[in-house]
């Protein structure tokens, strides 16, 4: 129930994400990317400790990887457009989704894990999409763009999943 709640929760908020996000400014980009970072690479090494599915742990190893790489690539990015990057810090959403993927154990985690995972990349895709496509910094859109493209590969891997 706590799962379903959460991702209701998620899902409303998706339906208000950033439509105006073409107008978004190369900072607020910066801290909303940074925040679905640190969220998805904070979830799967939660469920990389405890899952025994090797489709999960294969997944959640791979969220590591690829944020790791996309953070640096966002960094790098920023450094060449003379943008600070804020530190990353949750969203209170995502703070709330965190607390319930650890309340969960088993195959329960695993499941709202997947769940969790799904929505967060369909609002990370359409973030970096939109700055890629309406972006104010130059080298920011091509990271976002780059970006964009590892995130949909990974919407289609939690398809299969």
Do not use: N, W
């Given at each position: 129930?706590?799962?379903?709640?959460?991702?209701?929760?998620?899902?409303?908020?998706?339906?208000?994400?950033?439509?105006g996000?073409?107008?978004?400014?190369?900072?607020?980009?910066?801290?909303?990317?940074?925040?679905a970072?640190?969220?998805?690479r904070?979830?799967?090494q939660?469920?990389?400790?405890?899952?025994?599915?090797?489709?999960?742990?294969?997944?959640?190893?791979m969220?590591?990887?690829?944020?790791?790489?996309?953070s640096?690539?966002?960094?790098?990015a920023?450094a060449?457009?003379?943008?600070?990057?804020?530190?990353?810090?949750?969203?209170?959403?995502?703070?709330?989704?965190?607390?319930?993927?650890?309340?969960?154990?088993?195959?329960a985690?695993?499941?709202?894990?997947?769940?969790?995972?799904r929505?967060?990349?369909?609002?990370?895709?359409s973030?970096?999409?939109?700055?890629?496509?309406?972006?104010s910094a130059?080298?920011?859109?091509?990271?976002?763009?780059?970006?964009a493209?590892?995130v949909?590969?990974?919407?289609?891997?939690?398809?299969a999943?």
């Amino acid at each position: 129930m706590r799962a379903i709640a959460g991702l209701m929760t998620l899902a409303a908020a998706m339906m208000t994400a950033p439509a105006g996000a073409q107008a978004m400014s190369p900072a607020r980009y910066l801290e909303a990317a940074g925040a679905a970072d640190l969220y998805e690479r904070a979830a799967s090494q939660m469920v990389l400790e405890s899952t025994t599915d090797a489709k999960v742990r294969e997944f959640a190893r791979m969220m590591l990887a690829d944020h790791a790489r996309g953070s640096a690539t966002r960094r790098a990015a920023a450094a060449r457009a003379r943008v600070r990057v804020p530190a990353a810090a949750l969203t209170p959403l995502q703070t709330e989704l965190i607390v319930e993927l650890r309340a969960e154990t088993g195959l329960a985690r695993d499941a709202t894990y997947v769940a969790q995972q799904r929505a967060a990349h369909a609002r990370a895709l359409s973030l970096h999409q939109a700055y890629a496509a309406g972006g104010s910094a130059a080298a920011l859109k091509a990271a976002a763009a780059r970006i964009a493209a590892m995130v949909a590969r990974h919407a289609e891997a939690l398809k299969a999943m």
